[in-house]
Each structure stands twice: as C-alpha cells, then as structure tokens.
C-alpha cells in the first residue's frame, strides 16, 4: 500500500512511501496518476480542487486551496494555506466512545509512603535558583557512590531562573520546582539554594506545603563555610532513606503516562500518534492515567477533544485553556497559525491545522476527566489535559512536573533530548528506527506496513510495563535529562 486515505471524505491522501512522477495508483477504487514526484508522509490530491476550497484530511478541513489543485498533484504549502483565525467559538457535543477491554497488568515499582508509586527510586537535586547549578553538578560527580542497591540514580535538573523574575514568571518557576520535588520517581531529593535569590527558601517551603524531613532536605550555599560537605553529608543521609524502598507488584491502574510529539511528519497522525492514542485508550481503561499537553498544536482540532469532556465544567475549562494560550499569542503581537516548523514541513504537514488533527490522535477517544494549569499535579485519573507550549523540552518537564511517570514522545525526525522522567522515543517510520538506534525506543512505522492499531498498542503497553519494571530507555542509558521552564514576563 503506497498510500492511504484517512478518513472516507477526504480529498487527498497521504503518500507511505515515495512515489514516481506518472506512477498510477489505486486507493479505495480511486485510480489516481501522479502528475508530481510524492515524498513519504506528503498529499497528493484525490479530485481537482477549485481555488478556495477546501482540503480535507483526517474528516476536516486541514487548509484551503490557494490556487486549482488538478487530481495527482502534489498538495503542500505551495498551493494550500491555514484556514485558522485567533477567533473561535465552541458549543459542547457530548460524545462517548467505547474504550476497548484489557485484562490487568502490573510492573514492579516503588510503593512511596504517600500512596503514589513510582517507577524510578532516584535522588535528586532540585536548585531554587541558577546561581547554584554548578554546585549541584559537583554534588552528583562527587556523589555516584551512592548509587547502589535500590538506587537508580543521582541527577540534577539545573535551570537559569529562581531570579530576577516577577510576578507570572515567578510563580510559574515556583511551580514546577515544587512539583518536581514531589514526583515520585525521585525516592528523595535535596534543595539547593543560593540564599540571596527572590525565590526564598521560605517562600519554596510555602509553595512546597507538607513534606517528609527524611525524604526532602534543603542547603542554603550561603549558610555555609563548605557547601560540597554539607550537601555531601545531607546526600548520604537521603541515600540511607531512598534505599529502603525496593521494587514490588504494582497495577497498572497507579500509572501516569505523558503524551508528547516532536519532530512530526506525515505519518505522524496516521501511525506513531494513533497507536498512542489507542495504548492510551487501554491504559485508561484499566483505571490509569494519560495526559496530553502542547495546546498550540490544539488548534484546528480542539473541537476534537471539546466534544470528549466528561461533562461542561470540565468542557468550560478547556475552551479557557485554550482561547488563554491564543490571547498569550495576540498579546505578543504573533497569529496563533505560525506552526508548523521547517522540519513539520519537510516531512509533509503543511498546516497547523494538519499538524493538531495528527497531534490530538494521541488522545485516543476516552472521556477527558480533567484540565490542569502549568505543572498542576494530576488529581483526577483518565485522561487529562495540560496547560503548555508545543515547545518539547518545555512541555516534557510540564509533563514531569504534572506526575507523568514517563513521557511517549513520537517522533518523525528523531531527537535524543530526555525529560527528568524516563522518555520513550516512538518513530512514525521504519527509516528512522533504523537510521537512528541510538535514539529511538520503539517503532511504530509497522502501522504503515499493516499493523494494526489494537496489535501495536497492546506490544507498546507491554513494552512500557518493562520500562516502569526497570528498563532504561535510550536517553537514560545515555544520561540525556534535562529540564526548561516556561516563561512570559521581564527578567531584572
């Protein structure tokens, strides 16, 4: 099969494999002649499209014509452009889609004494501000002896803020540093501060609410003569506490997954971001949980998702969560369409219109449970939704911060980079599995050869049961971690 068409009222399909000029190729008893050279992952039109029409992929209009589009050509920026405005009005359609039945599965994970679980049982070092983050990287070099028994590991997560910020900024660093002090793949964790920086010790501990003292201890640089031997001496003491936890049973029900894409293309929506959506649809369904972020790349498809809310409170606070992030556009004087990038348009999507309807594949077809705001931690199990750019490492450490156990990141151009939590790289296409071993986890351009959806969801279900049991994927065997902090507002 050379190509495929999504949905039966779309006007043009996507190529799967490159396709010669005058090639003749019949998809759903529509002969169609290549008047163009197809790239993988890129349109070819099924009938003439008149000038201002409208092009249809995925059952909705990804853009319209700019000009007449003959039956066979090749259908990309160079003849289509976005139909999106900062304007938009929802009503709510409230839709529900059977979820497929799956027997229990377990992994073997962490109990934590807060009842969450963890899949990881690592210390890390959480600085409050950027002043610290050599000191913080010292403390690892120096540390790794402490990486012994149930101990995963000795990381740090270093950042430029925790200073001259105000306000939005401020908070939102606040935030996520919080938050990730108490993820639960970290079995303890060390705050570093400086002693003289806006975001205080005080005002962290405030942010941070109740804490175990055996499990988070904090180190002010300024308070003492030598900062390496007293964060030397609080690590050894994190390490005796982190150490008694030892991997047990646990269901697959206690799970957070994250969903994120980068580097997409053609077959991005068609193979990679479906077998997501359809592992994500069984992981819910065994009482798990799944969130999805990168609300830029909502737009054109959010409707998509509206009509799935659970019920019109939760329907309200994602028609918020985006017309926020558009009015976060049109206050820095930007359209909410400059998407997508060179690298989506090399690979065939040609709008952000085409981009979203691939990108919300992800969600599968559950009920959204909840709306979170920036590095909010997950309350509510199914799927939810989270406040966030479509900017990787940012929405990875988003993600993190929220309480994603681990993030699957699909991808069609590949890219090595790795959130604190355990990031499962998924390419959309054979090439890149093969081209890129070092990278990529798992490989879902099967689909595109005939997988189905059900038989690669159920191999990517077991493949992240063995990553939460354990299994390091490619950019922890790399040490590739690393977090970015969403910012709006003035630096001092």
């Given at each position: 099969?050379k190509?495929?068409r ?20 019949t998809i759903?008893?529509?002969e169609?002649k290549?008047l163009?050279?197809i ?6 039109a ?7 029409s409208?092009i ?18 090749w259908?990309?920026?160079h003849?289509a452009?976005?139909n999106?405005?900062e ?12 979820l497929?039945?799956?027997s229990d599965?377990?992994f073997?994970?962490y ?10 049982n ?5 600085p409050?501000v950027g002043?610290?983050?050599e000191?913080a ?11 012994k ?6 990381y740090?997560f270093?950042?430029p ?5 105000l306000g939005?900024?401020?908070?939102q660093?606040?935030k996520?540093l ?24 005080t005002?962290?501990q ?7 003292p055996e499990?988070?201890k904090?180190l002010?640089?300024q ?8 964060g030397?001496?609080?690590l ?5 506490y ?8 646990c269901?697959?029900?206690s799970?957070?997954?994250g ?13 990679a971001?479906?077998a ?8 819910i369904?065994?009482g798990g949980?799944?969130i ?10 959010e409707?998509?998702?509206?009509n ?11 028609v918020?969560?985006v017309?926020d ?5 049109v206050?820095h004087?930007?359209?909410v ?7 989506n348009?090399a690979g065939?999507?040609t ?5 979203s309807?691939?990108?919300v ?8 449970t909840d ?5 909010e931690?997950?309350?509510?199990r199914g799927?939810n939704l989270l406040?966030g750019?479509?900017?990787d490492?940012v ?5 993190t911060?929220?309480?994603?156990h ?6 069609g151009r590949?890219t ?6 355990p990031?499962?790289k998924?390419s959309?296409?054979?090439?890149l599995f093969?081209n890129?071993p ?8 099967s689909v595109?050869?005939?997988e189905s959806?059900?038989?690669i ?9 063995e990553?939460a049991?354990g299994r390091k994927?490619k950019s922890?065997?790399?040490g590739?971690?690393e ?10």
């Amino acid at each position: 099969m050379k190509l495929i068409r999504i949905n039966p009222s779309d006007n043009v399909a996507v190529a799967l494999e490159d396709i010669n000029e005058n090639e003749i190729i019949t998809i759903n008893d529509i002969e169609v002649k290549a008047l163009e050279e197809i790239g993988r992952g890129h349109k070819i039109a099924l009938t003439d499209i008149e000038e201002s029409s409208p092009i249809i992929k995925y059952g909705n209009v990804i853009a319209l014509a700019k000009r007449p589009i003959k039956m066979g050509q090749w259908v990309h920026t160079h003849n289509a452009k976005t139909n999106l405005s900062e304007a938009g009005e929802y009503t709510y359609n409230h839709k529900v889609f059977e979820l497929p039945s799956v027997s229990d599965k377990f992994f073997q994970g962490y109990k934590r004494e807060d009842g969450k679980v963890g899949i990881r049982n690592e210390i890390w070092i959480i600085p409050t501000v950027g002043c610290v983050n050599e000191v913080a990287k010292e403390l690892v070099r120096e540390n790794q002896d402490l990486v012994k028994g149930s101990i995963d590991g000795l990381y740090t997560f270093t950042h430029p803020f925790g200073c001259s910020q105000l306000g939005g900024d401020h908070e939102q660093t606040k935030k996520l540093l919080s938050s990730l002090v108490k993820h639960p793949n970290a079995g303890a964790v060390l705050v570093l501060s400086l002693g003289c920086e806006n975001l205080t010790m005080t005002q962290f501990q405030e942010a941070l609410g109740d804490w175990n003292p055996e499990r988070v201890k904090f180190l002010t640089c300024q308070n003492f003569s030598d900062e390496i031997e007293e964060g030397t001496k609080l690590l050894k003491e994190l390490a005796e506490y982190a150490g008694k936890f030892k991997r047990e049973s646990c269901p697959a029900s206690s799970l957070v997954v994250g969903m994120k894409c980068g580097g997409s293309d053609g077959l991005s929506g068609i193979t990679a971001n479906p077998a997501v959506g359809a592992f994500s649809d069984k992981l819910i369904s065994m009482g798990g949980t799944s969130i999805l972020t990168e609300v830029p790349e909502m737009f054109g498809a959010e409707s998509i998702l509206f009509n799935r809310c659970l019920d019109e409170d939760v329907f309200n606070k994602a028609v918020k969560m985006v017309n926020d992030f558009k009015d976060y556009f049109v206050s820095h004087g930007q359209v909410v369409y400059e998407n997508p990038s060179p690298g989506n348009k090399a690979g065939g999507i040609t709008t952000l219109e085409d981009k979203s309807c691939g990108c919300v594949q992800k969600g599968g077809c559950a009920q959204i449970t909840d709306v979170l705001s920036y590095s909010e931690p997950v309350k509510i199990r199914g799927l939810n939704l989270l406040s966030g750019p479509g900017n990787d490492l940012v929405s990875a450490t988003d993600l993190t911060a929220a309480g994603a156990h681990m993030i699957l990141f699909t991808t069609g151009r590949g890219t090595p980079f790795g959130a604190p939590a355990p990031t499962i790289k998924i390419s959309t296409n054979n090439a890149l599995f093969q081209n890129k071993p070092g990278w990529i986890d798992f490989n879902a351009g099967s689909v595109a050869d005939g997988e189905s959806l059900d038989s690669i969801s159920d191999r990517l279900l077991d493949f992240v049961m063995e990553i939460a049991s354990g299994r390091k994927t490619k950019s922890e065997e790399k040490g590739y971690r690393e977090i970015s902090i969403f910012k709006d507002g003035v630096v001092l």
